[in-house]
């Protein structure tokens, strides 16, 4: 079993949960982030005074899935998270070592 | 003498800040009701059109529509440009009820309530600029001419059976509805909201901020209508704020029982808005109801509000904050109710409602429409659709509303 850890952009969330959704995984989080990148927040003004906030808001998503379908997650939020510009996102990739389901104890990749 | 013109003045004085704090209730519930990455925008539209409507009312609206009795009857006249006191104007001699500036200044609250209308309509994705230039026109002219049809002394009024409309139904709500129609229609709907497997909600970001709207809202209306009595006089001031109140309540209701049927839901917008459709529902009329007359309204303008928020979505013309169906829908309610219940209640009443919908729906239609078409062909009215993904915070304002928060990209 594999973690799939993507920082992507918010606007991109829909399509890429769309295409892992139809892969078969069911099982994702995601939350709300801010982050730093090459991508720089677009300059404010505030009451006169120029100003350009550290941080970008983005979405990570994290995806548990087993080893035959971790190629087709990348590949969709690869193609559906993409759109050429600077700031389009990263994906890391991390072995799982166990995972468990609390409802009823399964283990491996049942839990899934 | 002088102590009912100065209790009849105060009253007037009162009922002007109420109207005025409206401004306030429009501008919470349509922020509330739209996503916080619009929220500036939303607020900024609605901060600046109360200064365009008090600006422009001094400058031409108050004598656009009150130019004088020697129109009497007709479409448009104009007592020219800026305010000018006329002789008496700070005694009873000028009117019984109030003073010529307070008569001016009860009267400029309402101007801009036909634009703040609009604003909730045309939501998340106007461009500013342009929005502003509508505004301007839509509230220093339209309005204006509208209301000269009826209080102002013009044909509506002299109708074999008069054109009534106590507080402004059509003169103002209507008003303000055909133009959010025209608008929504001719921006078409926010990226998203109608794609080919149906319809996506696209829920609002502070609930509680409209909740508090529409209560100032309420507050306010009872000087709305209050006020409208032009005086103070106890009977009818206080007949009216029982009607206004019975009728906001009933609406709640209204549009509780029919959404309640139709989503089995407690959808509290739904009764957010049944309330706004009973208070609209009952200004045409709040002075000749009876206290069952005015539940009767309100219950049934909450129900068709829900009913109305349905088919727009329906027909495709996209209105976040259901301003169309509230102030217009509401508002044709409203006015044709004064010929169907009331100490006015009549056919040749309701024909003359009739006229007057149709009258200045049609008048509305054609100039919201041909402002907004060359704003279309000039500058262009929407943004962009990455703007438009990205906020029109950021794009139009070049700052967050809450820029501590992770704000959606």
């Not at chain 2, 109608?194 to 901020?209: D, L, W």
């Not at chain 2, 078409?373 to 943004?383: A, D, E, W, Y």
Request: glycine share 12%.
């Amino acid at each position: 079993m594999k973690k799939i850890e993507a920082i992507i952009r918010t606007s991109r969330f829909d399509q890429i949960h769309k295409c892992v959704a139809g892969l078969g995984v069911k099982f994702l989080t995601f939350y709300e982030v801010k982050g730093m990148g090459l991508e720089h927040a677009k300059p404010e003004m505030y009451r006169g005074v120029p100003y350009e906030p550290a941080y970008i808001p983005r979405t990570k998503l994290e995806i548990v899935t087993v080893d035959e379908l971790v190629e087709s997650v990348i590949n969709c939020i690869l193609t559906e998270g993409k759109t050429g510009e600077v700031g389009d996102g990263k994906i890391f990739i991390y072995d799982v070592l166990e995972a468990y389901r609390i409802r009823n104890s399964d283990t491996g990749e049942h839990a899934l | 003498m002088q102590d009912l013109f100065t209790v009849n003045n105060l009253w007037m004085m009162i009922a002007t800040t109420l109207v005025f704090l409206m401004h306030l209730g429009f501008a919470s519930l349509e922020a509330g009701l739209t996503r916080s990455k619009n929220t500036v925008n939303i607020l900024f539209k609605n901060t600046i059109i109360p200064a365009i409507g008090l600006l422009t009312y001094a400058f031409v609206g108050f004598n656009l529509m009150y130019p004088g009795a020697e129109y009497a009857g007709s479409f448009f006249g104009f007592a020219g440009f800026g305010l000018s006191l006329p002789e008496g104007w700070d005694t009873s001699n000028y009117n019984v009820g109030y003073t010529y500036f307070t008569d001016f200044i009860f009267q400029a609250m309402f101007a801009a309530t036909a634009a703040t209308i609009v604003s909730g309509a045309v939501a998340e994705r106007v461009k500013l600029g342009p929005f502003i230039i509508f505004s301007i026109v839509y509230v220093a002219v339209i309005y204006p001419v509208v209301g000269m049809w009826k209080w102002g002394g013009g044909f509506l009024n002299t109708l074999s059976t008069p054109f009534y409309d106590f507080a402004g139904s059509t003169i103002v709500h209507s008003v303000g509805g055909w133009g959010a129609l025209v608008g929504a229609a001719m921006l078409g709907p926010r990226i998203g909201k109608y794609t080919s497997r149906g319809m996506t909600a696209i829920p609002g970001h502070n609930i509680p901020m409209a909740t508090m709207g529409v209560f100032l809202l309420w507050f306010g209306w009872f000087g709305f209508n209050g006020g409208s009595v032009l005086s103070a006089d106890p009977g009818l001031v206080s007949k009216v704020f029982v009607t206004t109140a019975m009728a906001a309540a009933a609406g709640a209701f209204g549009a509780l029982a029919v959404s309640y049927k139709m989503f089995k839901t407690y959808d509290i917008t739904m009764v957010l808005n049944g309330i706004l459709a009973g208070l609209v529902g009952i200004t045409a009329g709040a002075d000749q109801m009876s206290v069952g007359g005015s539940v009767l309204i309100g219950f049934i303008g909450g129900g068709l509000v829900v009913l109305s928020v349905v088919f727009f979505d329906k027909i495709k013309v996209d209105d976040p904050v259901g301003a169309i169906s509230v102030h217009l829908v509401g508002g044709i309610w409203g006015t044709l109710a004064v010929g169907i219940f009331g100490d006015l209640a009549g056919i040749g009443q309701f024909f003359s409602q009739l006229i007057g919908v149709v009258t200045v729906g049609t008048f509305c239609l054609i100039f919201s429409w041909l402002i907004f078409f060359t704003l279309k062909k000039t500058v262009g009215i929407r943004v962009d659709a990455a703007e438009e993904t990205e906020g029109l915070d950021i794009n139009e304002h070049k700052m967050h509303a809450y820029p501590n928060f992770a704000a959606k990209d």
